[in-house]
């Protein structure tokens, strides 16, 4: 019985991880389109690597970062402007596969993104890591964009929604364990 007690709580565990890292991935997603940089930034571990190959702002080029403080300039722009909901990262087909020693996980998903006048899409890969301080990070990301398109001409229907709104004060309402 002890045995199957314990395959019950490694499972019941991995489930949990599993969710902690979905609210981290959504946590990423959400900080992009409110505007806190730090908190994007703070998705990522210290020692982290992240690859944008094909990266439609640097005019296609693949860029390639080591650490937080390289990491950190790429989403400074994020966080300038006041706070509120300016974007649109949508992701599907999110996958999440825990390690059983529970230190990691590898994460897939497609994304669009919307801005006022174009669309784009691709995928993110990466794996993230289990911090110290409980909260799932990542370690290495790809964020690959495959396609995209940008209108010459569009009309402005609606701006961008301030925080006022918001009963979390915009930030993301972040699964915690209890």
Same mark, same amino acid.
């Given at each position: 019985?002890? =045995?199957?007690?314990?395959?019950?709580?490694?499972?019941?565990?991995?489930?949990?991880?599993?969710?902690?890292?979905?609210?981290?991935?959504?946590?990423?997603?959400y900080?992009?389109?409110?505007?806190?940089?730090?908190?994007?930034v703070?998705?990522?571990?210290?020692?982290?690597?992240?690859d944008?190959?094909?990266?439609?702002?640097?005019?296609?080029?693949?860029?390639?970062?080591?650490?937080r403080?390289?990491?950190?300039?790429?989403?400074?722009p994020?966080g300038?402007?006041?706070?509120?909901?300016?974007?649109?990262?949508?992701?599907?087909?999110?996958?999440?596969?825990?390690?059983?020693?529970?230190a990691?996980?590898?994460?897939?998903?497609?994304?669009?993104?919307?801005?006022?006048?174009?669309?784009?899409g691709?995928?993110?890969?990466?794996?993230?890591? =289990?911090?110290?301080?409980?909260?799932?990070?990542?370690?290495?990301?790809?964020?690959?964009?495959?396609?995209?398109?940008?209108?010459?001409?569009?009309?402005?229907?609606?701006?961008?929604?301030?925080?006022?709104?918001?009963?979390?004060?915009?930030?993301?309402?972040?699964?915690t364990t209890?």
């Amino acid at each position: 019985m002890s =045995n199957e007690l314990e395959a019950l709580q490694l499972r019941v565990a991995r489930l949990e991880a599993k969710e902690a890292v979905q609210s981290a991935f959504n946590r990423y997603l959400y900080c992009l389109d409110t505007g806190f940089g730090d908190d994007i930034v703070d998705c990522y571990t210290e020692d982290a690597i992240l690859d944008v190959p094909n990266f439609p702002e640097a005019g296609g080029q693949d860029l390639h970062f080591e650490g937080r403080a390289e990491i950190e300039p790429l989403y400074a722009p994020y966080g300038k402007g006041p706070k509120g909901i300016r974007g649109g990262h949508h992701s599907a087909n999110l996958a999440i596969n825990v390690a059983h020693d529970l230190a990691t996980a590898d994460v897939t998903a497609y994304f669009m993104t919307s801005t006022p006048n174009g669309v784009q899409g691709g995928r993110y890969e990466g794996t993230m890591r =289990n911090c110290p301080d409980g909260q799932w990070r990542w370690h290495t990301l790809a964020i690959t964009s495959a396609w995209g398109w940008r209108a010459k001409e569009f009309e402005t229907v609606s701006e961008p929604v301030g925080l006022e709104y918001s009963p979390f004060g915009g930030r993301h309402a972040a699964y915690t364990t209890p």
